[in-house]
């Protein structure tokens, strides 16, 4: 391996393991390095199966959340919560201030809808209806916003 080859591969190890959203993953295979992106995925030949958890029981997650901006919120409650251009709703296990949360939130949001999970393992297809919410909070005052739970 040349000395610009050598460079270029420690540049992009530094970025990858640097990434605080996590974005790739690398793998080392009979010398070869190989990346991946882990998440933002809209083309269908992804497997899913192979990057996803399903969870199967409410008991698996201490809560599930999902980020978003007050700016939505009242399109959020009229017609539930849509995956929009992507292929799926993304939520998260953690809060935005929880150094493991990689996905499901941006940093920056300013409410907080909370996923009843119980209800949710019913099943819905693309748009998580608002029945399914447990609760609403601003971010980061984590005060209650008011909505009804039809």
């Not at 390095?33 to 269908?44: D, E, P, S, Y």
């Not at 939130?105 to 409410?111: A, I, K, L, W």
């Amino acid at each position: 391996m040349s000395c610009a080859e050598r460079g270029r591969r420690k540049r992009i190890v530094h970025a990858v393991r640097k990434d605080n959203k996590q974005r790739f993953s690398l793998l080392e295979e009979n010398g070869e390095l190989l990346i991946r992106a882990n998440q933002g995925h809209t083309v269908m030949t992804v497997e899913f199966e192979r990057l996803l958890k399903q969870i199967l029981s409410a008991d698996e997650v201490q809560f599930c959340v999902h980020g978003t901006y007050k700016r939505n919120l009242e399109s959020i409650l009229e017609s539930g919560l849509k995956r929009m251009k992507r292929l799926h709703v993304h939520f998260s296990s953690g809060l935005p201030t929880d150094g493991e949360v990689i996905s499901g939130m941006r940093r920056d949001v300013n409410v907080l809808i909370y996923l009843d999970v119980r209800k949710a393992l019913e099943g819905f297809d693309g748009v998580v209806p608002v029945k399914f919410f447990e609760k609403i909070e601003s971010w980061p005052d984590r005060k209650p916003i008011p909505f009804l739970n039809l």
